[in-house]
Every structure is written in structure tokens, then in C-alpha cells.
């Protein structure tokens, strides 16, 4: 066994073979932290001076363990992880044998830490899974063993903890493994080994146990030492760009990080989601060119024609490309601290591509500890669904299972910027390709002068009773009667048609934004000036619906009248019944409203009179709208293309 | 002795290529983007894989160099060496306000003059440029707490992490989204092992100061530490002697708070071999790492890098 010092030659040619990276995983009080410290000490790859501080530290937070050390102080690094006895994120360990070179990602339990297992599972080939021999399989092996199979690793090791504790009796043992292997199997992992620990002691970890004789396999090191952790490649050449480079007039090269497949010099290669083709002229690194390149690798690309091709485009092979769309199947697995709602928009990043993305619909969600699937309207905090997404544009994509690069995304919410999902790829939905947009004559310019004006949205948002519906119909009747083509389109009467099935609910809120939006949208097309006059609590809705126009169609108006003002107000006795509670999710009272951070119009509604704010807001819109009236044809130099 | 599949790329081949991957997505992803450059080995691979990660192109981002104005002379020396080169910029940042204050980690003792010329110096340096992304050599075999931390690790706007709070982070998929006044710190090298630095270095032949090679230098026995003295501006306290002892370096730092260790490794196979059966820690080096086992999580929490 490979314990102590390591000889130079052996270090180089630890450097020549394949490092294993691996997870451990298991629950609270499995000695998980303790299994990883003890290994790390059997390896020989605890210094000195390390040691002195673990003895220390041992002393002073167990009197009760004598001079025995408690090596899971090797590895819990935060003070707030020292102070409660529990892993809180994933720790990162380094260590080599004579054999191999490993890296270990030690991950929390805690079903409130998922994400940082998940995290820590994202890179790995192979986990430890750990389960304490007196209480058998739990709810959280379940958990740890499902969320391993669900980021793409196909190896457990399941470790029997605390064996000594049950008299080391094989029994025990043999009902634990053939339990889990069932297991195992069911939730889609390839290969299970399992063996009988003692974690403090080291027994079956650094060294087969003399207690434990009916046991005749390989000691834990020795099975990471020797095990088959080769991850299928890719087979299709597949290179997301990831910057252009350009120093000079001369030069001009893709650089980035092939995720599939090999590259040859001469090779005929596809630019996607596009469709432009080109041969590849030279494979550039710093340390010369090459003949070919594969999976893994850093390189600079160069093309044998110029091409319009950009960060976020995937450079594949011709005769295999990439399958590209904007709509697919996956599993996403929530770590956001507010809800997922259907239909509020993310950025999506993929590769290196990043495309604003909506969950369309949650086919079902699965509960983590038992895989059922369940309906869902939304998803919480580590929770996992089964979702259709649709993106803005289309991307060139694998599936998961065939390429973690092109099928792994991750979800990043718009405001508060933090990585609020993962997700796994599954399958296109091939109806998004198939769904083309219809080129029509007539634009929207054209629309617009002939009713002599440049169409717009002014979408006023506010709490109930601010006044939005006021001052929109000030300025609509003023408008008209000046001879502008418009209209008002109000939430509370929409609700009573096309958003008639929808309540107030904050899944029901986004969607209720969208289909407004939606429809403002095509009224600006259609040459008009849209009034839209909706409570519209969340920014990040607001922000969608600005989304869908051109720079300067959409004006955001703030309706800014205090909540006691609207209360005081409260000309549909409204805030009275929510503060009965007759009425639920009523926005300022029991559902947020979250402020413009910068409108395009801000109006501070207390003290002032409605027509005199219509009348100001008219003003400064007159200037804006107005176009030459143009009723001959749509025969003008912009439309005749 | 079971044959391994032969194997493409070796284990430095794809710690390289990871950290290209890092370089390209920083350049990419942020408005100005800079190199912390520490001038140590750690600085000197990562301004190795700058270099490899652009080329043929010049690096994208400047260096930027935390002068406490207590470094080895031989470190200043290699440093303007580097910007003597002329492909990538140099900036160095002194706190003025310190000098002025006449800080000094020999009077002041380690923790206010890191504070003060290190951790203050560096968030006066990145408001100064408006920095934001800082590429670090820091690597999570180092000490505990960076052992936990992200490759892309936020800062809010006043620089502190929050070790309780991290951004999960997935496969080789970086969230580079922040706000403005926020930042992120980004370390390429985090999966590499002290081991795979000078492996590295030696297989491509990077240059590094001439301090980690075992030579006989003026030092002082200090609390258990060889201490160098390096300048005029040393402080012998009553009954230290300076002897010449044949010493080397595996940490550099501000001189007056760096042991060196006896050595007589004066080559990268001689410092290699040594390291193999080597039985303590990179890190021991340092004064400033010797307080409670927790403090590298306080400063970084800081600010510190």
C-alpha cells in the first residue's frame, strides 16, 4: 500500500495517468468528513505542521477522545462548519499515491445545501457515497445517490461506515449492499462497488481490516487507485467559441476549449446555430501549431475563409453538426432562493452562449427523496422538475447524456445576477423549427404613418388605486381628440377576456404580464399608440415587456402614489377587503411591488391632480409621436425593400 | 501492474487547459478585467498561461503588482524584469497613506501591516482602476478555507466575501453576471497542487525568482524561523546573530515576515525531489498564516486576496 513519501519518479509518473475526480457524499453523522480525513492521512498527505494543528485542535474541541485525533478537522474549513460539526459547502482536496492523482470534492448533506453538492458533483466522475452501518439507507442516500445520477456521474462507491459498531457482523453488511444496488440501479447508476469502512480507525480505508476477514476486496484507496473512471467522449468535433481573436489585420482565429471529438487540419467544419461552412486552415497553440486536436483541449482555430462567427457560436463538424432549436426538455434543479414562475425570463448560458430563456411549463416535479413525480406550479429551493424551456434565439445544443458541455446550462436570474439553476438537457422539441415567421408587405412604419403618428407602448405601472387607469384615460381622451390613433388597454379588463382564466397567484401574475405584453405588442405593430394601465409588480416583468419593443417604443410611466394614499383612497373597497383578509396575494398588502428602479416617467402622485399630471405627460409625448401624414402608399423608400 | 488506456493528455496538459478556459471567459466576460502579480512562482505559471491563453494576440488585461514596499529586492528586480518585456502592462500600487504612517511589519508586527499595505492597498487599487475581475493565484491546496472557495468568487461592492453564500458553480459554466462597484476574483491555478506548479515550470521552463533556489544567504533564528535579512532596514533584536546558512524559499512574501527553509536544492529536479519527500506544509512559511486556524477566512472575508 502506497502510504508516506512518494519518490520523484513515482510523482512523474503519477503525472502521466488520469486523475480521478471524485465526490463523498452521505448524511449527518455518517463520519463522512472523517472517512476524507483518514484518507487523506493514509495517503501520507497530512504535513507536520498540519498534524500539530489537527492534535491541537482535536484537543481542545474533544477532551473526550484522549490523545485520538478527530480528522474530520482536516477537512471542515469554515468556522461556521468547525462550530456546528456540519459541512456547509463543498471542500476541495488534493492527494496522489504512487498510482494515481485524485481530486476530492467534500460535499454537505444537509438537504439545504443540495446546491453546493450539486456543485460539487458537476465536475466529478465517481462518488463516495457513505451510509452509517446501524442505520442502513436513508432518505438522504436516496437523495445524494439521485442528484448524482441527475448531474452525469455513472460510478458509486458506497462505503459502510462505523461497522465496528455492529459488531462488524457481514450480515449487516450484505443487507445494506444489496439494498442499495437495487437502488443504485433504479436511479440510472452504471456501476456499483460496495465495502465495509471504519472510518476513525482506517480499517478497509488505507488498510484491509484484520476484524473483517470475510471481506476479501480491495481496500477503499486501493479500489479509487485502480478503478475504470474513463467517461465516454463525445464523438462529434464540437468547439464552443469563446473569444475571437484579432491582433493584427492578418490574423484572425476562434479560440476556445473543444468539448467533443477531434479536429484535423483540412477538416470542413460548420459555424452553428448558422449555417456558413469553412475549413479548418490552422489548429494555432502557444507552444506551436498542431496537425489535429481533441476533447480537453485550449486551442485557437483558423479558418481557410472569413466568416461572421462570434463568442457563443459552437464550430462543429460539417457532416455531424450539432442538432439546433429554441425550445427543449429538460430537468432543472432550483437553487434559487425565490421561487421559479413559469414564463418570467432568465438568461440561460450554455457553452458559451448566453439567450434570455423562459420555463414554458413544468411537467412535473420530482421529489428529490423518493423520485415521485408530483404536479407542480412552480419550483422551490433544491427542488428538481421536469420543464420545457423556450429561448429567444435558437442554439446548437447536445443532450446531456451526450455532451455535458452542450447539455448542461445554468440559469442566472436577471436581477439579483445569483445562479439560480442547473440544468440537464434532454431533447429538442422539434415543433419550434418548424414555426417560421410569415414576412408581410406592410411594417409597422408604414402602419404608423399612415395614421400620421409613430406608434408606441406607455406602460403605466403602480399599486392599486394609484391612479394608473385615471391618468391613462386623461391622456388617451386627449390624444384622441389631437386625432392620434390609440388604445387603453386595462389589466382589470383584460382579465375579463383573454386573461380570464389566470388569478393572482405570482405564477399567474408573470403570465398575466406576458400575455399584455404580448398583446401590447402586436398593437404597436399594428400603428398604435398602446396605453397599457397594469399594477405590474415585478421588474423582471416589466423589464421582459420592454424587451419586446424597439428602443424607444416602450415608456415606462410610475404611477408613485404612497400605499396609504391608495388605501385612504380605495375606490373599489379593495385594501379594505385585503386587510380583512378576504382577499389574498393583493399587491402592497400581502404580495410585493417591487419599485421602478429608473422609469421613463415618474410621477409623484400625492398632492397633485390627475388631469394636471395627464396634461404634463401629454406634453411630453406630443413631441415623439407625431409623424408626416402619409396616406398615398406604403411606396416610401423604407418599405420598398 | 495493470495497463492503464493510453491516456491523450497528460494531468498538467489538462490543468493547462482548464486554465486557459478561465483566462479566455474573464477577457470575454468583463469591461477590465487585471492579473494580480504577486511575482512569486504561483504569479509566474500564471503569467506563463496569460500568455498561452491569448497568443498570438498580447494579453488583454494588465498586471497589477501590491507593493508593500517590504519585498525581497531580488522580487523587485524579477518583477521589473517582466515589464521590461513589453507585452503586458505593469501597474504597481503603493498605499501612500501607509508609507506615510511609516507602517512596517517589523514595528507594527504582521497582521496591521498586512492589513494596511496588503488588504487595503489592493481595494484601494481595484476602486482606483475600477476593477472588475481579479485574476489570483491563490489554489485550493493551500490553506482550508480557500480550499472551499469558487473558481469565479463574488465580491460585493466593499470586497468581502461571503464564504456562507457562495454562487453554486457548474461544470466549466461560470456565472460572470454582477452589478456595477461589484467584482469577482477568479483563480485558474485552484485545482493545481504545489506539486503540479513546479512540475509545470519545469516542463516549460518558466522563468521564476532566483530566492526559491537554495544558496547561502545572511539569516537570522527567529521564533523557530529562518528570517533574511535582506536590507539596511532589518531590525536585529538583542542576542540575534546574522549567519550565513544555505537556505531557499517555498513562499515569498514581504521579507521580514517569510522563512526560508535549509536547503541545499539549487535546481528544479533538486526542489521537486525535495518537495516529494518533503513532510510540512507550503505554507508554513509565513508569519502571517500562524494566528488562529481560521484567519486566512477572516482576511479573505476582508478582502484579502
Request: net charge negative.
Amino acid at each position: 500500500m502506497a502510504t508516506g513519501t512518494v519518490t520523484p519518479t513515482e510523482v512523474s509518473a503519477s503525472n502521466a495517468k488520469r486523475l480521478l475526480r471524485f465526490i463523498t457524499c452521505g448524511s449527518v453523522d455518517d463520519g463522512k468528513s472523517t472517512l476524507l480525513g483518514r484518507l487523506l492521512y493514509d495517503a501520507g498527505m497530512v504535513p507536520e505542521d498540519q498534524l500539530a494543528v489537527l492534535t491541537r485542535d482535536s484537543r481542545k474541541l474533544h477532551a473526550e477522545l484522549g490523545d485520538k485525533l478527530d480528522f474530520s478537522l482536516l477537512t471542515d474549513g469554515l468556522d461556521a462548519e468547525r462550530q456546528q460539526g456540519i459541512t456547509i459547502d463543498v471542500a476541495y482536496r488534493y492527494f496522489h499515491t504512487a498510482r494515481r492523482s485524485f481530486i476530492v470534492a467534500d460535499c454537505p448533506g444537509h438537504e439545504q445545501y443540495t446546491r453546493n453538492m450539486a456543485t460539487g458533483a458537476s465536475n466529478a466522475e465517481l462518488a463516495v457515497v457513505l451510509v452509517d452501518a446501524r442505520k442502513g439507507l436513508l432518505t438522504q442516500t436516496r437523495r445524494h445517490t439521485y442528484i448524482c445520477g441527475l448531474l452525469g456521474i455513472r460510478q458509486v462507491v458506497l462505503a459502510v461506515n462505523k461497522m465496528d459498531l455492529v459488531g462488524y457482523d457481514q450480515a449487516v453488511y450484505d443487507a445494506i449492499a444489496d439494498e442499495y444496488c437495487v437502488l443504485a440501479k433504479d436511479l440510472g447508476i452504471a456501476r456499483v462497488q460496495c465495502l465495509p469502512v471504519v472510518a476513525p480507525t482506517g480499517e478497509n480505508v488505507g488498510t484491509r481490516s484484520s476484524c473483517m476477514t470475510w471481506y476479501d476486496g480491495p481496500c477503499l484507496l486501493e479500489l479509487l487507485e485502480s478503478t475504470d473512471a474513463t467517461i465516454a467522449q463525445a464523438d462529434d468535433f464540437r468547439m464552443p467559441v469563446q473569444w475571437v481573436s484579432r491582433p493584427d489585420q492578418s490574423f484572425r482565429g476562434y479560440a476556445g476549449t473543444i468539448c467533443g471529438g477531434r479536429v484535423t487540419c483540412g477538416d470542413e467544419v460548420i459555424v452553428q446555430p448558422g449555417v456558413q461552412r469553412a475549413r479548418i486552415e490552422r489548429i494555432v497553440t502557444a507552444s506551436g501549431d498542431l496537425l489535429s486536436a481533441s476533447s480537453g483541449q485550449a486551442v485557437t482555430l483558423c479558418l481557410d475563409r472569413e466568416l461572421d462567427a462570434s463568442r457563443g457560436d459552437v464550430i462543429a463538424a460539417a457532416l455531424r453538426p450539432a442538432p439546433v432549436a429554441d425550445q427543449f426538455n429538460c430537468h432543472l434543479l432550483w437553487m434559487g432562493d425565490a421561487v421559479l414562475l413559469p414564463n418570467r425570463t432568465y438568461v440561460l448560458k450554455i457553452g458559451t452562449r448566453e439567450v434570455n430563456a423562459r420555463v414554458m411549463s413544468i411537467k412535473h416535479k420530482v421529489d428529490v427523496n423518493t423520485q415521485a413525480k408530483l404536479a407542480a406550479r412552480h419550483l422551490e429551493l433544491n427542488e428538481v422538475g421536469y420543464c420545457t424551456m423556450g429561448m429567444d434565439g435558437a442554439i446548437a445544443f447536445e443532450s446531456f447524456a451526450t455532451n455535458p458541455t452542450l447539455g448542461g446550462f445554468i440559469l442566472i436570474d436577471r436581477q439579483s445576477n445569483a445562479t439560480v439553476a442547473c440544468g440537464m438537457l434532454d431533447y429538442a422539441l422539434g415543433r419550434s423549427s418548424n414555426v417560421q415567421w410569415q414576412h408581410v408587405d406592410i411594417d409597422k412604419v408604414v402602419r404608423g404613418r399612415s395614421k400620421g403618428q409613430h406608434p408606441l407602448c406607455l406602460w403605466f405601472t403602480g399599486l392599486s388605486g394609484a391612479g394608473k387607469s385615471t391618468i391613462a384615460n386623461l391622456v388617451e381622451r386627449r390624444l384622441h381628440v389631437l386625432g392620434y390613433h390609440t388604445y387603453l388597454l386595462d389589466g382589470d379588463n383584460v382579465r375579463h377576456g383573454i386573461n380570464k382564466d389566470l388569478g393572482f397567484t405570482p405564477e399567474d401574475r408573470v403570465e398575466n404580464i406576458r400575455r399584455i405584453a404580448e398583446v401590447a405588442h402586436l398593437m404597436v405593430d399594428a400603428g398604435l399608440i398602446v396605453l397599457v394601465s397594469v399594477i405590474s409588480p415585478y421588474r423582471s416583468e416589466r423589464r421582459s415587456a420592454r424587451e419586446l419593443f424597439a428602443e424607444g417604443e416602450f415608456m415606462e410611466v410610475f404611477v408613485d402614489t404612497p400605499l396609504e394614499e391608495c388605501e385612504r383612497r380605495d375606490a373599489k373597497g379593495l385594501y379594505q377587503k385585503a386587510r380583512a383578509g378576504l382577499i389574498r396575494n393583493f399587491t402592497g398588502i400581502d404580495a410585493p411591488y417591487e419599485r421602478p428602479e429608473s422609469p421613463d416617467v415618474h410621477l409623484h402622485s400625492s398632492g397633485q391632480h390627475a388631469e394636471h399630471l395627464a396634461e404634463q405627460l401629454t406634453e411630453r409625448l406630443l413631441a415623439g409621436i407625431a409623424a408626416p401624414h402619409d396616406v398615398v402608399d406604403g411606396d416610401t423608400e423604407e418599405s420598398a425593400e | 501492474m495493470t495497463t492503464q488506456s493510453p491516456q491523450r493528455h497528460s494531468h498538467l496538459d489538462d490543468l493547462e487547459a482548464e486554465s486557459i478556459h478561465i483566462f479566455r471567459e474573464v477577457a470575454a466576460s468583463f469591461q477590465h478585467p487585471v492579473m494580480l502579480y504577486s511575482i512569486g512562482k504561483d504569479s509566474s505559471v500564471l503569467l506563463h498561461l496569460l500568455r498561452k491563453a491569448f497568443f498570438p494576440a498580447r494579453p488583454p488585461m494588465p498586471l497589477l503588482h501590491v507593493d508593500t514596499t517590504w519585498k525581497f529586492r531580488e522580487m523587485i528586480a524579477f518583477r521589473d524584469e517582466v515589464a521590461a518585456a513589453g507585452d503586458v502592462e505593469v501597474l504597481v500600487h503603493i498605499n501612500e497613506e501607509g508609507v506615510r504612517q511609516g507602517i512596517s511589519p517589523q514595528t507594527h508586527g504582521a497582521t496591521v501591516h498586512t492589513d494596511v499595505m496588503k488588504t487595503l492597498a489592493l481595494k484601494q487599487a481595484l476602486d482606483k482602476y475600477r476593477f472588475d475581475a481579479a485574476i489570483g493565484g491563490a489554489r485550493r491546496d493551500e490553506e482550508k478555507s480557500r480550499a472551499k472557495e469558487r473558481i469565479f468568487s463574488f465580491r460585493n461592492a466593499q470586497h468581502r466575501w461571503d464564504p456562507k453564500s457562495q454562487r453554486p458553480e457548474f461544470w466549466h459554466t461560470y456565472n460572470t453576471h454582477i452589478r456595477k462597484g461589484e467584482s469577482v476574483r477568479v483563480f485558474p491555478l485552484s485545482n493545481w497542487t504545489e506539486m503540479d506548479v513546479w512540475l509545470y515550470i519545469q516542463r516549460e521552463n518558466i522563468p521564476v525568482v532566483p530566492l526559491y533556489f537554495a544558496k547561502p544567504r545572511p539569516v537570522v533564528e527567529r521564533d523557530g524561523a529562518l528570517i533574511m535579512a535582506d536590507d539596511d532596514r532589518f531590525l536585529l533584536q538583542p542576542d540575534e546573530t546574522v549567519q550565513m546558512r544555505e537556505v531557499r524559499f517555498r513562499t515569498l512574501g514581504c521579507y521580514p515576515l517569510t522563512g526560508a527553509v535549509e536547503s541545499s536544492a539549487s535546481t528544479l529536479a533538486e526542489i521537486i525531489d525535495e518537495m516529494a519527500r518533503s513532510r510540512s506544509s507550503e505554507r508554513q512559511g509565513r508569519v502571517i498564516d500562524q494566528d488562529p486556524s481560521a484567519s486566512m477566512e477572516r482576511k479573505k472575508q476582508e478582502g484579502y486576496f
